[in-house]
């Protein structure tokens, strides 16, 4: 889900030219030099390989997740009072996360140690990280009154753990493309790291290694694997689908700890017994990849009047997370009246429409210098490149 990832559309093959002539007729000199002309590149048509252009169905599961991510963090503060806001905000932690994470594991699938790739992961990731926990922490001290509040790049704060993930992940790219076996490898050590309470905070790695399978199996698929999950028999089959789970979270919500659904502490720290470390990850890992199919399965694959917005779900990502925080400090959801039906239908269509704001072309050309550094100054130029341009020049 990040903006540093640039899905590439498929472009089906030009069709082969229409004979002129019927079979067994022979073609006559007129229509052998229109054939040789119709065949000839324009004179006027630009040298080099065209732009590859982007697949509206990526854009638009990046947006929709990234609404739903905002939509769940504004139900948070009501699940207290409301089993329904408590449902749909398991429901929808249940698989938000997995399909970002799939979709960026896919669209990693390239990535080795070339120099470019190394500055990209660079100024895309790591520089955004830096930049967005600093303004965290001092955000935190200023508006929650909190002085003390630490200002580590190694402890990641509320929402730049996935950046983290991301540069962890994007790294050991090139391992997961070596093994034989990398989903269930990576499904052991997401149960091992659920087991294991001294890994720590440090860089939120409980939650790199137990998100871990699905940014793995996000390598291992392939177009056609997308493709069968948006046909029309299994769009059919994930309404019943996503009714049972609804269900399913109206009964388990006062039942179930939510933390389970953040993948951040052990079973250890959540006062569960070791034996449910490997019940849990599997299970939740099932659930997770079942209502992501099935989210898959109903993203429009067309071009729609938000997909322009799926270039931008990391600055909406990074950015609402000042207001989702902010309206806690504040107080916002103090409110009598939020916590009725109507103001939860108002504060989810509120959280839609900012988190879309959040994500247009200007926001994004106002943050860029944050999102998308050029930092040219930071690198030594590439040896072959400057080669190449003395020998043009």
């Not at 504004?74 to 409301?82: Q, R, V, Y």
């Not at 730049?160 to 540069?167: E, G, K, Y």
Request: proline content about 9%; aromatic content about 14%; overall charge positive.
């Amino acid at each position: 889900m990040t903006n540093s990832l640039r899905p590439h559309g498929s472009q089906r093959s030009p069709l082969p030219p229409a004979r002129e002539a019927e079979a067994g007729a022979s073609p006559t000199p007129q229509r052998e030099e229109a054939g040789r002309q119709a065949t000839q590149p324009a004179a006027s048509a630009p040298a080099g390989p065209k732009p590859k252009q982007r697949d509206a169905f990526f854009d638009n599961a990046k947006y929709l997740a990234i609404v739903l991510v905002a939509m769940a963090h504004s139900w948070e503060p009501l699940t207290d009072t409301s089993r329904t806001a408590e449902a749909l905000y398991m429901t929808v932690y249940t698989f938000h996360m997995p399909a970002f994470i799939i979709i960026s594991g896919f669209f990693s699938r390239s990535f080795d140690m070339r120099p470019d790739r190394l500055k990209r992961l660079i100024t895309g990731v790591a520089v955004p990280y830096v930049l967005f926990e600093v303004a965290y922490s001092f955000f935190k001290r200023w508006a929650d009154d909190d002085p003390g509040h630490p200002i580590s790049l190694l402890d990641p704060w509320y929402l730049t753990w996935f950046l983290v993930a991301l540069f962890v992940w994007r790294l050991t790219t090139p391992i997961w493309k070596l093994v034989r076996w990398p989903v269930p490898l990576s499904l052991a050590i997401a149960t091992l790291a659920s087991v294991s309470p001294d890994i720590g905070d440090d860089l939120d790695l409980q939650r790199v290694l137990q998100f871990l399978p699905f940014f793995v199996i996000g390598l291992c698929m392939k177009p056609e694997h997308f493709q069968r999950m948006r046909g029309p028999k299994m769009r059919m089959a994930s309404v019943p689908i996503f009714a049972c789970a609804l269900l399913f979270a109206y009964w388990a919500a006062p039942r179930m700890n939510s933390a389970w659904f953040y993948h951040r502490d052990s079973v250890q720290e959540l006062a569960a017994p070791a034996w449910t470390g490997p019940v849990m990850t599997l299970a939740m890992f099932g659930c997770s990849m079942v209502l992501t199919a099935c989210f898959f399965a109903w993203v429009p694959r067309r071009h729609m009047w938000f997909t322009v917005l799926g270039a931008g779900t990391l600055y909406g990502y990074l950015l609402h997370g000042f207001l989702a925080k902010g309206s806690r400090f504040w107080g916002w959801f103090d409110i009598d009246w939020l916590h009725k039906p109507l103001g939860e239908i108002t504060v989810t269509v509120v959280a839609a429409s900012v988190i879309t704001v959040l994500c247009t072309p200007p926001v994004q050309r106002a943050f860029r210098f944050a999102m998308e550094p050029k930092m040219k100054w930071a690198f030594r130029k590439d040896p072959a490149e400057q080669a190449r341009h003395r020998t043009a020049a």
